[in-house]
């Protein structure tokens, strides 16, 4: 990314940022996001679909006739661990026992135990989904989001790795520490389902599971900004309340999120979120109030 005029923003703790995260009508649709997912299983809940834990990430700002921040279709959250991670595997049993029909996408079971590779490309939380808020007007053309809408991405590219033309060493590509690729070379067919999102205005939000395969449109062709706020929906539960520590440091110190490369352009910033621009909802989501 360019350091002169950059695009992708490191910063998390601005007063819009912090606000957004936190806003009631943005706690009240990642509920309801939540509760799409089977999440109790023996009477056990696997996470509670009512709170989130407060995930920071950056800020998109595109500038018209940009060519520099397209993204390869690709899906997050880890890429060799879906074959060999134990918990992984159990996410996908029946993909790996040839019942592939059976698979639930949204069933929570293992999801949250699983263990990716710790590298600055790969999210360590669980999302329910990814999404963002749009701050200005987009939509296909403006250099902004695509997508494979199904969750039958991930069974075709788990067995897609497993046939004979695919050397036994080799899983389509996929590195560790990198986002899962999807190439022309091994998924030409599913490629074909690639698809720009919809008109977008400012305040809308768009949301994709995580096992979604999405872009970035390698072009802005539009006339105005394509800016958006990356929020996604990252219940609370054992694991993220794990890296929720983690960030209430960083939180304090103004430092960047401990998922993302530790450039700390905040620790500095004058006017940047402190503990008392927290509501009392921001405070337990931030994990400083029970």
Same mark, same amino acid.
């Given at each position: ?88 595997? &159990? ?12 698979? &639930? ?138 890296? &929720? ?24 910033? &004058? ?20």
């Amino acid at each position: 990314l360019k350091s002169d005029k950059p695009q992708i923003f490191g910063l998390y703790w601005s007063k819009a940022q912090v606000w957004a995260r936190q806003h009631q009508n943005m706690a009240k649709l990642r509920s309801h996001l939540n509760r799409l997912w089977e999440f109790e299983h023996d009477g056990k809940k696997e996470f509670n679909p009512d709170l989130e834990v407060s995930y920071a990430d950056r800020v998109r700002r595109r500038s018209p006739g940009d060519t520099s921040l397209g993204l390869s279709p690709h899906v997050d959250s880890g890429s060799i661990e879906r074959w060999l991670e134990p918990n992984y595997r &159990q996410v996908y049993r029946n993909v790996f026992n040839g019942q592939w029909k059976e698979y &639930q996408a949204f069933d929570t079971r293992h999801r949250i135990a699983v263990e990716e590779f710790n590298s600055s490309a790969v999210c360590s939380v669980f999302r329910t989904f990814q999404g963002w808020v749009a701050l200005t007007p987009q939509g296909a053309g403006d250099g902004t989001l695509q997508l494979i809408p199904t969750t039958l991405s991930m069974p075709y590219m788990l067995l897609r790795a497993l046939q004979d033309d695919i050397e036994e060493d080799d899983l389509c590509g996929a590195q560790p520490g990198r986002a899962l690729t999807v190439s022309n070379k091994w998924h030409d067919l599913l490629l074909q389902g690639l698809v720009s999102i919809p008109n977008m205005e400012p305040g809308d939000t768009v949301w994709w599971h995580p096992d979604t395969v999405h872009a970035v449109e390698d072009k802005h062709s539009g006339n105005g900004y394509s800016n958006v706020m990356f929020i996604g929906a990252a219940p609370d539960c054992e694991k993220n309340r794990r890296f &929720q520590s983690k960030q209430k440091s960083a939180f304090l110190a103004g430092r960047s999120c401990p998922d993302f490369s530790p450039e700390d352009h905040e620790v500095s910033y &004058q006017n940047r979120a402190t503990m008392d621009d927290l509501t009392d909802l921001g405070k337990r989501q931030m994990g400083f109030e029970k």
